[in-house]
T-cell receptor, first 114, second 114 residues
Framework: AQTVTQSQPEMSVQEAETVTLSCTYDTSESDYYLFWYKQPPSRQMILVIRQEAYKQQNATENRFSVNFQKAAKSFSLKISDSQLGDAAMYFCAYRSWSNYQLIWGAGTKLIIKP | EPEVTQTPSHQVTQMGQEVILRCVPISNHLYFYWYRQILGQKVEFLVSFYNNEISEKSEIFDDQFSVERPDGSNFTLKIRSTKLEDSAMYFC????????????FGPGTRLTVL
């Protein structure tokens, strides 16, 4: 069975600095999808970024980028120029190519210091 | 921008009562999902629904749970006889025309069972 591990329960960063959130996963599959979702205090789960495993190029969305290392089964999220609005829980999630469910990590709470 | 909506935002019920949680997925989406997040725990998949039938369900989704798309816009989760351990945040999600499309989440319903 697939598992997702986020080893950092909490991270803090100074506003305007860069922070990297870690995620590792375990799977025997070769085709899958990886996601980072953000959950602010409002509790809504918001998609940050998505990566297809067959793509070697790392996904980027404005200030958010990932470092996808397929062989190491690592999928870290880098947030550049951190802003106060980035403060939230960040969840890493895995989805197999062949089924529907998202498998979630435990989350990392990101604190932005002004 | 289209979004998934859920009602109510907070539901309080007595143990043994039936509850129905409601969701309005994004209008052109075809795949619908329910997840739950017990406080302090990982997000867990419950069920996926496509073409008016369940396409996948987890072990959590036992006979106490059911889902329905009663009309062209709503997607509901019913818990027949609530237990204390059903207290959680319940998230509805939807995705587009293919099963591999990204899942977009609603703001959640906080269910409290007393």
């Amino acid at each position: 069975a697939q598992t997702v591990t986020q080893s950092q329960p909490e991270m803090s960063v100074q506003e305007a600095e860069t922070v990297t959130l870690s995620c590792t996963y375990d799977t025997s599959e070769s085709d899958y999808y990886l996601f980072w979702y953000k959950q602010p205090p409002s509790r809504q789960m918001i998609l940050v970024i998505r990566q297809e495993a067959y793509k070697q190029q790392n996904a980027t969305e404005n200030r958010f980028s990932v470092n996808f290392q397929k062989a190491a089964k690592s999928f870290s999220l880098k947030i550049s120029d951190s802003q106060l609005g980035d403060a939230a829980m960040y969840f890493c999630a895995y989805r197999s190519w062949s089924n529907y469910q998202l498998i979630w990590g435990a989350g990392t709470k990101l604190i932005i210091k002004p | 921008e289209p979004e998934v909506t859920q009602t109510p935002s907070h539901q309080v019920t007595q143990m043994g009562q039936e509850v129905i949680l409601r969701c309005v997925p994004i209008s052109n989406h075809l795949y619908f999902y329910w997840y739950r997040q017990i406080l302090g725990q990982k997000v867990e998949f419950l069920v996926s629904f496509y073409n008016n039938e369940i396409s996948e369900k987890s072990e959590i989704f036992d006979d106490q749970f059911s889902v329905e798309r009663p009309d062209g816009s709503n997607f509901t989760l019913k818990i027949r006889s609530t237990k204390l351990e059903d207290s959680a945040m319940y998230f509805c999600a939807s995705s587009g025309a293919t099963a591999t499309d990204t899942q977009y989440f609603g703001p959640g319903t906080r269910l409290t069972v007393l």
